[in-house]
């Protein structure tokens, strides 16, 4: 009859531990077909080095660099360390814990007659205890733990990527600046024999004190945007610093930025994003990680049951200990079911629901962003493309246009107005034409970081 009860009884206390399951979220995240932009002999696949697409040494070294001192990284390889230990530890609960105890005691009490009596013990003893995982919260518990790790990896990578795309964005900006100042230089230098010439007419006779102010006045201007652009420059190095994990000071460069390759990497389909780019994998181990803690928090709903054993000796001294020790022994076993707990436990398996959720929105942010920057970095590169064609053209007809206004002032066939409007007109038309370079090259490094800059997962 008792046993009859017991059969009874079991499903019972589990369908009343029991919860209903808590469905995830429909998914909303829709795979465009192909990229609304296109690019023209993109055919090349994303290395994983793929910075070294741009033909510089320097670049390689510095992103080499950032990749083993960067200080964000440093902290993203101990983090993982830490998750990696948390698979051991959830693992442990697998095996049987043994625990060694030995517990001496003397004590002095009254006797029966009032006389006082000491006494000494000494009791030691292995124990033994394991859980039965009937329920498989202890498997989900290292299945959370593996996600968490897998997770915490592909976070990772996927900071890798970022130094290492702001390692190359930062050089790449910091090649334009050397262009621009070298550009302002050299337009200084043109400013000064202008304004030497002006002056020099000035004083002969053959022009007036307005062309000199003028030529004098567009020489300060010019000089100005040298030291301005020396400034950027430290600024920019120092950003590098920073990334590479190194003290302030001055960064080695290799090929100027004219003499850049320009890379063509393949965007491929939409589709091929979603297992190329780390964070992406991050955001999808988090939700498998989610849905085991949830598992977890419904078995904490459900009865667990130990069995504990324990072997060890007794006796009142050292010398009885070794000699004739009184052996002592307990074998047993707990079952462990909640009745009540005024709903913490169920509070806390929907908590777990939540956060199953709310990784499930996360991750279709990611994707969403994902395809975004991706289509972002490919109409970058065609307009800037497009752009710098245009810009190339003005550029020249800026240049000729200044040769042919110099040549007509030089010889007294225009006044010095003309020659300095042309002036300007080229210099805006080369330090536009640098600028556009500059952003070209760090489109194809957004482009880079957006496809995931060559990441594949782990098998």
Same mark, same amino acid.
């Given at each position: 009859?008792k046993?009859?009860?017991v059969?009874l009884?079991?499903?019972?206390?589990?369908?009343?531990?029991?919860?209903?399951p808590q469905?995830? =979220? =429909?998914s909303?995240?829709t795979v465009?077909?192909a990229?609304?932009?296109?690019?023209?002999g993109?055919?090349a696949? &994303?290395e994983? +080095?793929?910075?070294?697409?741009f033909?510089d =040494?320097?670049?390689?070294?510095?992103v080499?660099?950032a990749?083993?001192?960067?200080?964000?990284?440093?902290?993203?390889?101990?983090?993982l360390?830490?998750?990696?230990?948390?698979?051991?530890? *959830? +693992?442990?609960a697998?095996l049987?814990?043994l625990?060694?105890?030995l517990a001496?005691?003397?004590a002095? *009490?009254?006797?029966p007659q009032? $006389? =006082?009596?000491?006494?000494?013990s000494?009791?030691?003893?292995?124990?033994?205890?394991?859980?039965?995982d009937?329920?498989g919260?202890?498997?989900?518990?290292?299945?959370?733990?593996?996600?968490?790790a /897998?997770?915490?990896?592909a976070?990772?990578e996927?900071?890798a990527?970022?130094?290492?795309?702001?390692?190359?964005s930062?050089y790449l900006?910091?090649l334009?600046?050397?262009?621009?100042?070298?550009l302002?230089k050299?337009?200084?230098?043109?400013?000064?024999r202008?304004?030497n010439?002006?002056?020099?007419?000035?004083e002969?006779?053959?022009s007036?004190?307005?062309?000199?102010?003028? *030529?004098?006045a567009e020489?300060h201007?010019t000089?100005?945007t040298?030291?301005?652009?020396?400034r950027?420059?430290?600024?920019?190095?120092?950003?590098?610093?920073?990334?590479?994990?190194?003290s302030?000071g001055a960064?080695?460069?290799? $090929? +100027?930025?004219l003499?850049?390759?320009e890379?063509?990497?393949?965007?491929?389909l939409?589709?091929?994003?979603?297992?190329?780019?780390?964070?992406?994998?991050q955001?999808?181990?988090?939700?498998?990680?989610a849905d085991?803690s949830?598992? &977890?928090?419904r +078995?904490?709903?459900?009865?667990?049951?130990? /069995? $504990?054993?324990?072997?060890?000796?007794?006796?009142?001294?050292i010398?009885?200990?070794?000699?004739?020790?009184?052996?002592?022994?307990?074998?047993?076993g707990?079952?462990?079911?909640?009745?009540?707990?005024?709903?913490r436990?169920?509070a806390?398996?929907?908590?777990?629901?939540?956060?199953?959720d709310?990784?499930?929105?996360?991750?279709?942010?990611?994707?969403?962003?994902?395809?975004?920057?991706t289509e972002?970095?490919l #109409?970058?590169i065609d307009?800037l493309?497009r752009?710098?064609?245009e810009?190339?053209?003005?550029? *020249?007809? #800026?240049?000729?246009?200044?040769r042919v206004?110099?040549?007509r002032?030089?010889?007294?066939?225009?006044?010095?107005?003309e020659?300095l409007d042309?002036?300007?007109t080229?210099?805006?038309?080369?330090?536009?034409?640098?600028?556009?370079r500059?952003s070209?090259l760090?489109?194809?490094?957004?482009?880079?970081?957006?496809?995931g800059g060559?990441w594949?997962p782990?098998?």
């Amino acid at each position: 009859m008792k046993r009859r009860l017991v059969v009874l009884a079991a499903p019972l206390l589990l369908a009343a531990c029991a919860m209903a399951p808590q469905p995830a =979220p =429909p998914s909303s995240v829709t795979v465009p077909v192909a990229w609304r932009t296109t690019l023209p002999g993109a055919n090349a696949s &994303v290395e994983r +080095d793929w910075w070294r697409a741009f033909g510089d =040494p320097a670049l390689d070294a510095l992103v080499q660099q950032a990749q083993a001192n960067n200080g964000d990284l440093k902290i993203a390889r101990a983090r993982l360390q830490e998750y990696q230990a948390r698979i051991r530890v *959830a +693992d442990s609960a697998r095996l049987p814990a043994l625990n060694l105890s030995l517990a001496p005691t003397r004590a002095r *009490a009254i006797g029966p007659q009032g $006389t =006082p009596i000491e006494s000494t013990s000494l009791v030691g003893a292995v124990q033994a205890s394991y859980e039965l995982d009937l329920f498989g919260r202890v498997a989900n518990t290292v299945e959370a733990a593996r996600f968490e790790a /897998l997770s915490q990896e592909a976070a990772l990578e996927a900071a890798a990527l970022a130094v290492a795309a702001n390692t190359a964005s930062g050089y790449l900006n910091l090649l334009g600046l050397d262009a621009q100042l070298a550009l302002a230089k050299a337009t200084l230098a043109s400013r000064e024999r202008s304004y030497n010439l002006a002056r020099h007419q000035f004083e002969v006779g053959y022009s007036s004190r307005l062309e000199m102010s003028q *030529a004098e006045a567009e020489l300060h201007a010019t000089a100005g945007t040298v030291p301005q652009l020396e400034r950027q420059v430290a600024q920019q190095e120092q950003a590098l610093n920073l990334l590479l994990g190194a003290s302030p000071g001055a960064i080695a460069r290799g $090929t +100027d930025l004219l003499s850049l390759r320009e890379p063509t990497p393949g965007a491929g389909l939409p589709s091929e994003l979603l297992r190329r780019r780390p964070d992406i994998a991050q955001a999808e181990q988090a939700i498998a990680a989610a849905d085991a803690s949830l598992a &977890v928090a419904r +078995d904490a709903l459900l009865p667990s049951i130990r /069995l $504990t054993a324990s072997l060890g000796a007794g006796a009142g001294g050292i010398s009885q200990l070794l000699r004739s020790p009184t052996e002592l022994w307990s074998i047993g076993g707990s079952v462990l079911a909640p009745l009540f707990d005024a709903g913490r436990l169920r509070a806390q398996a929907e908590i777990a629901g939540t956060v199953r959720d709310r990784a499930i929105y996360g991750y279709e942010t990611v994707v969403r962003t994902a395809f975004a920057e991706t289509e972002n970095a490919l #109409a970058s590169i065609d307009g800037l493309q497009r752009q710098l064609v245009e810009a190339e053209a003005r550029r *020249a007809a #800026a240049g000729e246009v200044l040769r042919v206004a110099h040549n007509r002032y030089t010889n007294g066939y225009a006044s010095y107005l003309e020659e300095l409007d042309a002036q300007r007109t080229a210099f805006s038309a080369d330090l536009a034409a640098l600028q556009l370079r500059t952003s070209l090259l760090a489109a194809h490094v957004d482009l880079y970081r957006a496809l995931g800059g060559g990441w594949t997962p782990a098998p």
